[in-house]
């Protein structure tokens, strides 16, 4: 049996299921919206399950789902050597959102990191703390500073409204995912002028262990990988 | 295997030699307050230690290095000189990129450790030396540099101060350090300010952007470093041979880089001082940029033992034993008191798996 973990809810739900029915197979809630139990018609010995969809890359690690629908940031930022333990088997072309970071619109002076690693400087120099980066992605946000040897900052936790923190002088600057950049942009954060963190989509993984010949034959059914995934490193 | 219970009898041999010399043993705490060590270290930090919280206490690091917390009890009680030894465990996690490792790193181990805190100039001799000794029978490869010759060489460039300053800050950071200089060596120019019509927000005052463009405009105007520099300090930062033979060299690149000339005269004695307590200096290598990738608290002399990395098993291998002199440390720490100090860390653990294995 072959466990699919979806998103319970929302657009990204919809946008799974009309991914699946291109491709033949047809999923669908069982019974009332309230109810997280799942159909699946179209294909043999696969079985439905409906998550949260920050829980399914953790789900995955642990081998309770053999695969699952998630974004490519949540996978990232949520396991700690990730490829280890799933396989991208394919990108499903919606649900894009970047991972950037954002300074006020008023510093005139701050295009790129080169800036805003010199203004971290003069920031700790002035006011005895380092500059404070919101984010609730501090495993990619960090590693991404250190690659680019940007040094004198912090992170602060912020789960949620984190384009408000710098208005609210909780946070220097943020780092967060944006599709559009209108809520960057109605709180007067502007993109710094660099390639993002990270480009996300909504994609659909395996877990490592379970790469087997029944999910080879479950990925035929919807056209992916015709040699089949078990062979993939 | 070599059990716990192994490492911690090489760690008290280590430690009783260290304590030979007249070093006080301490035994700092475990559990550390996080603010302390993350406002030295940086996010960089977050990422190794293990935090926990506290109700009262709040944010508690499991103590990720113990010469912050030796130099703070140091700078509350001690008197100079100081010799201080410990024995106890670190605790790293790793934080893996998209891979996990196939010899993932102990995320605990012991560090036997030795601080002195002195005035006296030959301090770094008397360390290097006890290090040397105490790991003699392991047949390791002694590199030692000198981050005072490094800043002193970029203090000492034809910049303006606010380029000098840049520079110095990011010697630790290979790679913005070298696109800093880039930089600089090329003519300037001058860069537009586009308006915002947004209103001011955040903490960073509209002032202190004021005063950034204003030097950035400074800038602008200033001729590019001559390449005739950027060789000399390249030249400088490749420096890599035997003591015996990179002093020559040192002396050779003061003539044209004369800010040099007194770090230079001070790793002489230094090596000086080396080889007069038995050490061959054909066998100890100096490299210029030895201390650029270590931690940002060594501010003058440093030195990493390791073993042959060429061997099955050991490429990842940290040194077998490290340390430095860290005066700006103690500067940070001691709110206005500075102490020089130097000292370092051996690995029990490695020390076991390399009599083990001889």
Known sequence: MIRLGVPSK?????????????????????????????????????????????????????????????????????????SSDLVELAPMGFGHADLILAVPDCWRDCR??????????????????????????HRLVRAHLAAHEVADYQLVDSQGATEGTVANQTAEAIADITSSGETLRANNLRILDEPPILRSQATLFAARAALGPDLDAFAAVLGLQSGGVSGRG | ???????????????????????????????????????????????????????IRGEMMLRPDFTVPVVQAHMRTGAEPARYCYLGEIFRKQDMGDTRPETPRDHEYLQCGFELFSRDPAADAEV???????????????????????????????????????????????????????????????????????????????????RRIARLQADAAVPPLSPVWTERLERLFALRAPASDALPALVELARDMPAIAPAVDRIHARMDAIAARGIDLGAVIFDASHG???????????????????????????????????????????????????????RPGLVAELEASA
């Open chain 1, 10 to 82: 929302g657009r990204l739900m919809e946008q799974t299921f009309d991914w699946f029915a291109a491709r033949g197979v047809r999923l669908s809630r069982a019974g009332s919206d309230r109810e997280y139990a799942g159909r699946v018609e179209g294909a043999e010995g696969v079985q439905l399950v409906l998550l949260s969809a920050g829980e399914i890359p953790r789900e995955l690690a642990a081998g309770r789902i053999e695969l699952g629908v998630t974004g490519t940031d949540l996978v990232r930022e949520k396991l700690a050597g990730w």
């Open chain 1, 112 to 137: 790129d990191l080169d800036d805003f690693a010199a203004i971290t400087r003069d920031f700790r120099a002035q006011h005895g703390f380092r500059l404070r980066i919101a984010t609730k992605y």
């Open chain 2, 1 to 55: 295997m070599i059990t716990k219970r192994d490492k911690q009898d090489v760690g008290q041999r280590l430690l009783a030699r260290f304590r030979a010399t007249g070093a006080e043993e301490v035994a700092p705490d475990i559990l550390l307050p996080a603010e302390s060590l993350l406002d030295l270290y940086g996010e960089d930090l977050r990422a190794r230690a293990y935090v926990t919280a506290d109700p």
């Open chain 2, 128 to 210: 290097f030396a006890l290090f040397h000794e105490a790991l003699a029978p392991l047949d390791l490869q002694a590199e030692t540099g000198d981050m005072g010759l490094l800043l002193d060489a970029v203090a000492g460039l034809p910049l303006t101060q606010a380029r000098a300053c840049a520079l110095s800050h990011h010697i630790w950071r290979p790679g913005r350090f070298a696109r800093l200089l880039a930089r600089f060596s090329r003519p300037a120019v001058a860069r537009a300010f586009p308006d915002s019509t947004a209103p001011w927000a955040g903490m960073r005052s509209e002032d202190e952007m004021i």
């Open chain 2, 292 to 346: 650029r990738t270590t931690l940002e608290y060594y501010d003058g002399f440093t030195f990493t033992f390791h073993a042959d990395r060429t061997l099955p098993g050991r490429a990842t291998w940290p040194p077998v034993a490290s340390g430095g002199r860290y005066d700006a440390l103690t500067r940070v720490l001691g709110r206005g008191r500075e102490i020089p100090a130097v000292g370092g860390i051996i």
